[in-house]
């Protein structure tokens, strides 16, 4: 830290500014952008000295001004331009030894030339950082951004030079009780800038969002809306689909906002035919282009319907875990490695388990013809009554449908996974799940909850969904792990699932942890065998569900978890995936795929 005297003196130039809220910028990779990707400095700081002073009171020369002695009266405790790199993006967990079980505060920098426009504005855009972000640019904080899987962006139109500009993030992910996650997972607290970061350059006045799909139970008609941010909010807006020879012009309001209903003809997306249409939105002033795919999702008794016409949802779930190398996945080649395993599986579904994952995957799961669940990370035993738990819970949903609201893949928001039943819980997730409705009324809203059985294996046991959740949600997701947690594989064979709800399922997880390579017998824990015996039992079950639409095992790849200790086997891996990190597929694969097989000709 500085000596008292500098403290005053920084004091006087910096007069305090007002921090700003996130801004959400969506389709950044049809923008012009400068990427800020690479190698960042970056300094571990356990004790938080950068932000507290010695009263623990925020400290006004923190490391975010990213100094240098100005005298050899200053002394200054810090260097970025000295400190090691860490790579961005990219958990730091998987990049130094020592950061392998690190939660805490990493402070990174960057700096960067920037030649400002006149006429265009600027934004700092985060694809995500895991968990609190804290963000300066030239020594001047820009804002903060709670929640480690979202996109945001902080507008810094003129406030950049034209040399040497300096962005410091001061990137938490200690866990809190109240936070969402909370502070029991069953996944790694990978820390960091997990996902790119850009410089996004956009005119004065710009289209700043859109939702362009088709209306709900239409075929032929689409709706949704445009909002232009700047100082010309009225303008003519025109939405061009010209492959489908669609040219509709809307006028803005004084908020910039036009609602949208227009008729088309097109080839509707589906996994079979993954149709993607150029769109663009173009203003006086603006214009942007997305390839944007159509389809309806519905459910009719306990059909889910896609275009409709009866689908079962032949899934796997997967974590954002990277394959061959581990750590968080982001890159698109991460996405097509996962989502072209899970294709080869006879895949026409992915649950993208417990959060949401990089925008790569979902693009690319368009582009493959892969439907998604999406899910928030309400997971496991968070404060139901805690009204900032609810705020936070509730605004990293809504930034997840923000930037994936144009994506065909997606059918499905998942608002919870295995969450307690209890009067405060369902109230929480029932407003979660209108507030899915009121940001996006095209899709279904689902949940993974839990079943109860009496324990027992007697013929004729029934497995019980009648969780009162299951009254707001769309599609029943449901976890199960008989043959696993829950009694042998053979467990299965005595089980009748049954609900109160006239609902299509989604069996969102069952399956077995095996290490790949190891073999034994097939009540053999951890072999390859155990796990193929439980899916063997599993799909026998599964095919006696009446109202069964869709399944998404647990889980399509290993993945990392500190809950998972025992030697040799788990090394802090949970094994339940199909395939192991280096892409060997486990005996429990082929089941799979071969019951999907049999499922596709029974939907055809
Ligand atoms: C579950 C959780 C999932 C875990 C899995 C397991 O029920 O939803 O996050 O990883 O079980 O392996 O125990």
Redesign the pocket.
């Known amino acids: 830290m500085r000596t008292r005297l500098t403290v005053l003196a920084v004091l006087a130039i910096c007069a305090p500014v007002e921090a700003q809220s996130p801004s959400r910028i969506v389709n950044v990779e049809a923008r012009r952008t400068t990427s800020l990707n690479g190698k960042w400095r970056a300094i571990v700081d356990p004790y938080e000295n950068g932000y507290y002073d010695f009263r623990l009171q925020p400290a006004k020369d923190g490391y975010f001004l990213d100094a240098k002695p100005k005298d050899k009266s200053d002394l200054l405790e810090y260097d970025f331009d000295t400190s090691g790199q860490l790579d961005v993006p990219g958990d730091w967990n998987t990049q130094r030894k020592s950061l392998f079980f690190y939660e805490g505060t990493v402070w990174y920098r960057q700096k960067f030339d920037y030649r400002s426009n006149p006429t265009t504005r600027l934004f700092l855009y985060f694809g995500a950082a895991n968990y609190e972000a804290m963000v300066y640019l030239n020594g001047e904080k820009l804002g903060s951004h709670t929640g480690g899987f979202t996109p945001f962006a902080f507008e810094i139109t003129g406030k950049t030079r034209e040399k040497g500009n300096s962005v410091v993030v001061k990137v938490d992910n200690k866990r809190h009780r109240e936070d969402v996650p909370t502070v029991n997972?069953?996944?790694w607290n990978y820390g960091g800038l997990t996902r790119g970061v850009s410089l996004v350059e956009v005119p004065e006045t710009f289209v700043e969002d859109y939702f362009v799909q088709l209306k709900k139970g239409s075929t032929d008609t689409i709706a949704g809306w445009v909002k232009l941010n700047g100082p010309r909010p009225r303008q003519q807006v025109a939405i061009r689909i010209p492959e489908a020879g669609v040219s509709a012009p809307v006028a803005t309001d004084a908020n910039g906002y036009a609602a949208l209903s227009v008729p088309a003809k097109l080839t509707l997306w589906s996994p079979e035919n993954p149709k993607l249409y150029e769109v663009t939105i173009a203003s006086d002033t603006d214009s942007v282009r997305e390839r944007i795919g159509f389809r309806t999702i519905e459910t009719k008794g306990t059909d889910i319907l896609l275009n409709g016409k009866s689908v079962f949802l032949r899934g796997v779930s997967i974590h954002e875990e990277a394959p061959f190398r581990t750590g968080r996945a982001y890159s698109p080649e991460d996405a097509r490695t996962l989502l072209g395993w899970a294709k080869e599986m006879g895949c026409n579904f992915v649950r993208l388990?417990?959060y949401p994952h990089n925008e790569n995957m979902v693009r690319e799961a368009d582009r493959l013809g892969l439907m998604v669940w999406s899910e928030t990370p309400v997971?496991w035993t968070i404060l139901w009554e805690n009204p900032e738990t609810f705020a936070n819970a509730s605004n990293q949903l809504a930034e997840s449908i923000a930037r994936d609201k144009n994506r065909a893949s997606i059918v499905l928001w998942s608002v919870a996974?295995?969450t307690p039943v209890g009067e405060a819980r369902t109230a929480f997730l029932r407003k979660l799940a209108g507030q899915v409705r009121a940001l996006d009324p095209t899709r279904l809203v689902t949940a993974?909850l839990l079943h109860h059985n009496d324990g027992g294996a007697a013929e004729g046991t029934t497995d019980l969904l009648d969780d009162p959740l299951g009254a707001d949600l769309d599609v029943l997701g449901c976890?199960e792990?008989l043959g696993w947690?829950d009694g042998l594989p053979d467990k299965a064979d005595h089980i009748d699932f049954k609900t109160i709800y006239s609902k299509p399922l989604i069996m969102s997880?069952f399956?077995a942890d095996a290490l790949y390579g190891l073999h034994g017998d097939a009540l053999t824990r951890w072999s390859e065998e155990y796990q193929e015996n439980v899916y063997r039992h599993q799909v026998g079950m599964l095919s006696r569900i009446p109202f069964l639409r869709g399944t998404s095992p647990?889980?399509l790849m290993d993945f990392r978890?500190p809950r998972r200790t025992l030697p040799d086997i788990q090394d802090f891996f949970?094994r339940?995936g199909l395939v192991s990190v280096r892409g060997d597929k486990k005996k429990a694969f082929y089941v799979m795929r071969e019951f999907y097989q049999a499922e596709q000709k029974q939907y055809q």
Do not use: I, L, Q
Request: proline letters at 0%; aromatic letters at 26%.
């Open positions: 997972t069953d996944w388990a417990h997971y996974n295995e993974a976890n792990y947690y997880e399956g647990w889980v978890s949970n339940k």
